[in-house]
């Protein structure tokens, strides 16, 4: 295997766990703000493992920078909604706890798609 194919495979599994560790602060945050619950409830439990899920195969992970910018919707319909909603509230608080400015991206792409 060469230098570059191992690097290339480095920065892709760099961006695949800073999505899915942002993600499941999302819905964290989400859940304690918004259910008021302390660990995960059910639903947000749920919601968590079946984004994480779509993340790990994710055959697009190297050309896209996140989800909302995919053009390969893998989201279930009803998860899409949830996964929105929670974007709608976290997306904007979130960036205090991550100030990457690729969130910004992934908020407002969530919003403008809806
Ligand atoms: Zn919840």
Not at 2 to 13: C, E, G, I, P, R
Not at 55 to 63: K, N, R, Y
């Amino acid at each position: 295997m060469s230098v570059v194919t191992m690097d290339k495979k480095a920065k892709l599994l760099r961006k695949t766990e800073h999505e899915r560790r942002i993600v499941a602060d999302m819905i964290a945050l989400y859940c304690r703000k918004v259910h008021g619950s302390k660990e995960l409830c059910d639903e947000c439990r749920a919601l968590a493992e079946y984004a994480d899920r779509r993340t790990l195969a994710c055959p697009q992970m190297e050309e896209k920078s996140f989800c909302s910018q995919c053009k390969t919707h893998c989201y279930r319909a009803d998860m899409r909604e949830r996964i929105r909603e929670v974007m709608r509230f976290s997306g904007p608080r979130i960036v205090f706890y991550h100030p990457w400015a690729a969130l910004r991206h992934l908020y407002y792409s969530k919003i403008r798609k809806s």
